[in-house]
C-alpha cells in the first residue's frame, strides 16, 4: 500500500510541476506579447523609435532662402512613419541648393519652396534614394 500512494504523489508532483512550468511560459509570453504589441502602437502612430531616431528626435530646423520665392511645390510622399522620417526627407531635400522644405507626417507631404528653378527627378532621386515612394508632384 506505501508504495502505492508513494507512486500516487510522484505522479500528483509531477502533474503539478508540469502545470506550473506551462503557467509560466504562458505569462512569460503574455508579457513578451503586450510589450511587442505596445511599441508596434506607438510605431504606427508615430511615436516610436523607428528608423533608427532614437527616442529623443531633435526635429529638423527650417532652411532660410536668400532669394525671392519663385514657385511653391506640394509632393506627396509614402513610406515616412515618424519624425525621425521627416527629418531624413527634410535634410535630403534642404541639401540641394535653391530649395527648402516644410514636412508633414500627418498629411505625408512636403511642401517645397523655390528660389530657383530645380527639376522634379532631382527632388525625386534625392527622396526615393532614401527609400521612400513619391505618391505626387504638385
Request: aromatic fraction near 8%; glycine fraction near 8%; charge should be positive.
Amino acid at each position: 500500500m506505501l508504495t502505492l500512494c508513494s507512486r500516487h504523489n510522484d505522479n500528483y508532483f509531477h502533474e503539478v510541476f508540469y502545470i506550473m512550468i506551462n503557467v509560466f511560459i504562458i505569462i512569460f509570453l503574455v508579457i513578451i506579447l503586450f510589450f511587442a504589441l505596445r511599441g508596434s502602437i506607438k510605431h504606427l502612430l508615430g511615436q516610436g523609435s523607428c528608423c533608427g531616431g532614437g527616442n529623443s528626435t531633435v526635429k529638423e530646423a527650417d532652411k532660410k532662402l536668400n532669394g525671392p520665392i519663385i514657385k511653391t511645390k506640394i509632393i506627396k510622399i509614402d513610406g515616412m512613419h515618424c519624425e525621425n522620417c521627416t527629418n531624413r526627407v527634410k535634410r535630403a531635400i534642404n541639401r540641394i541648393d535653391g530649395v527648402s522644405a516644410k514636412l508633414s507626417l500627418r498629411k505625408k507631404q512636403a511642401v517645397v519652396q523655390y528660389e530657383k528653378e530645380v527639376a522634379d527627378e532631382v527632388l525625386t532621386s534625392e527622396i526615393e534614394g532614401l527609400g521612400y515612394k513619391i505618391i505626387e508632384i504638385k
